[in-house]
């Protein structure tokens, strides 16, 4: 059974950092690209970025809105995917969710499992 | 930045058929994907590749495209079946995620 566990979220001050994690199990980690999804409190999904796997460099993309703060790495050796966010902003308050991604293409992919998610709030 | 629009809301009784639809214009070179998301849990998908059902999906979520609009389908709507409904595409210039804002699907 495909399992995803994020874990790090908490309360951060606008301008901190802070670490997310996400322990993955039931299937071959590294085979696949993962990405960080967010929610804001109330509203819709948005994508954050995504690794790709060592097959492809390890390469990474991010959204507009939180590149050059969020940087997403991953351990294979530990089947676990990384989002470290610097120069957070109370706009980055959202649960941040870990997805693997069922990738065929470059425009062919999706997400196919998810975690339960954990809650960042950034304020002061 | 390319957009994919849903309704903010859908409301049928118990039985009825409930229809969301998402617009994007990449819609017809791109595939459309559905997630369910439940209250206070995470996405959970229910079509793929316009009209494909995961396994464990009840046969009653159903999915088309035609043009610049996707449809999830849900025939005999149930009250188990309320919740927001996102639909998903990647971006014609760039290949990148997309997300509609979703619809919450009432059922009562």
């Known amino acids: 059974e495909v399992q995803l566990v994020e874990s790090g979220g908490g309360l951060v001050q606008p301008g901190g950092s802070l670490r997310l994690s996400c322990a993955a199990s039931?299937?071959?980690?590294?085979?696949?690209?993962m990405d960080w999804v967010r929610q804001a409190p109330g509203k819709g999904l948005e994508w954050v970025g995504r690794?790709?796997?060592?097959?492809?460099?390890?390469?990474?993309e991010y959204a507009a809105s939180v590149k050059d703060r969020f940087t997403i790495s991953r351990d294979d050796s530990k089947n676990s995917l990384y989002l470290q966010m610097n120069s957070l902003k109370t706009e980055d308050t959202a649960v941040y969710y870990c997805?693997?991604?069922?990738?065929?293409?470059?425009?062919?992919?999706?997400?196919?499992?998810w975690g339960q998610g954990t809650l960042v709030t950034v304020s002061s | 930045s390319y957009e994919l629009t849903q309704p903010p809301s859908v409301s049928v009784s118990p039985g009825q058929t409930a229809r969301i639809t998402c617009s994007g214009d990449?819609?017809?070179?791109?595939?459309a994907y559905w997630y369910q998301q439940k209250s206070g849990q995470a996405p959970v998908l229910v079509i793929y590749?316009?009209?494909k059902r995961p396994s464990g999906i009840p046969e009653r979520f159903s999915g088309s495209s035609s043009g610049t609009m996707a449809t999830l389908t849900i025939s005999g709507a149930q009250v188990e079946d309320e919740a927001d409904y996102y639909c998903?595409?990647?971006?014609?210039?760039?290949?990148?995620?997309?997300f509609g804002g979703g619809t919450k699907l009432t059922v009562l």
């Open positions: 997805a693997r991604e069922q990738y065929y293409s470059p425009d062919l992919y999706y997400f196919d499992y």
């Open positions: 039931g299937f071959t980690f590294s085979d696949h690209y």
């Open positions: 690794t790709r796997n060592k097959a492809n460099s390890y390469t990474t």
């Open positions: 990449a819609l017809p070179k791109k595939y």
């Open positions: 590749e316009d009209s």
């Open positions: 998903y595409s990647t971006d014609s210039s760039d290949n990148l995620p997309v």
